[in-house]
T-cell receptor, first 114, second 113 residues
Framework: ETGVTQTPRHLVMGMTNKKSLKCEQH?????MYWYKQSAKKPLELMFV???????ENNSVPSRFSPECPNSSHLFLHLHTLQPEDSALYLC?????????????FGSGTRLTVV | KQEVTQIPAALSVPEGENLVLNCSFTDSAIYNLQWFRQDPGKGLTSLLL?????REQTSGRLNASLDKSSGRSTLYIAASQPGDSATYLC????????????FGTGTRLKVLA
């Protein structure tokens, strides 16, 4: 167990569905991140939360809606997705600039939009 | 804009070889650099974290070096094993702005038994 837990591991959803991805960390980190990994592309940063406040939204479409109720939990709410949104969604946490830096990643959620 | 490049994109070597993976970045003003390993369909596992003030870090058979002025880092793997087969990613954090990593496209390594 890496210390960052993502659920579910796999998700298949239709374009009209609403679903949520969950990320949880118990490392005492204060920053959490969502990344998208598509085939043959570098990891794309989606959102950054620092002390529960969103500090970065990397021009992500509004069909992706993040939520960070506390420093240990991060959600990604999904609605009316497109097939091109199929990818591996990775959550990470860090101490940010409060510490030495460095990320700890979860195992990811493999999302397929049909 | 920070860009991170990894060369080669793919590498296939026989077991036992020592090998070097390269990472270059365009903006030398970085906070730190981290090397990760990713197995197919899985998340990323941290290998080594190098602070901007450091020149290298070592863990077991792995050694990572950092040359900020030239915008380069190398990951050296000694006596490679089939279990080392994976994609290796480097990521850098700019020294200013929101703390976040910019990733390279990775090097896909296959070690043949």
């Amino acid at each position: 167990e890496t210390g960052v837990t993502q659920t579910p591991r796999h998700l298949v959803m239709g374009m009209t569905n609403k679903k949520s991805l969950k990320c949880e960390q118990h490392l005492g980190h204060n920053a959490m991140y969502w990344y998208k990994q598509s085939a043959k592309k570098p990891l794309e940063l989606m959102f950054v939360y620092n002390f529960k406040e969103q500090t970065e939204n990397n021009s992500v479409p509004s069909r992706f809606s993040p939520e960070c109720p506390n420093s240990s939990h991060l959600f990604l709410h999904l609605h009316t997705l497109q097939p091109e949104d199929s990818a591996l969604y990775l959550c990470a946490s860090s101490q940010g600039r409060e510490g030495p830096g460095g990320y700890t990643f979860g195992s990811g959620t493999r999302l397929t939009v049909v | 804009k920070q860009e991170v490049t990894q060369i080669p994109a793919a590498l296939s070597v026989p077991e036992g070889e020592n090998l070097v993976l390269n990472c270059s970045f365009t903006d030398s003003a970085i906070y730190n650099l981290q090397w990760f390993r990713q197995d197919p369909g899985k998340g990323l596992t941290s290998l080594l974290l190098i602070q901007s003030s450091q020149r290298e870090q070592t863990s077991g058979r792995l050694n990572a070096s950092l040359d900020k002025s030239s915008g380069r880092s190398t990951l050296y793997i000694a006596a490679s094993q089939p279990g080392d087969s994976a994609t290796y990613l480097c990521a850098v954090d700019l020294a200013s702005g929101t703390y976040k990593y910019i990733f390279g496209t990775g090097t896909r390594l296959k070690v043949l038994a």
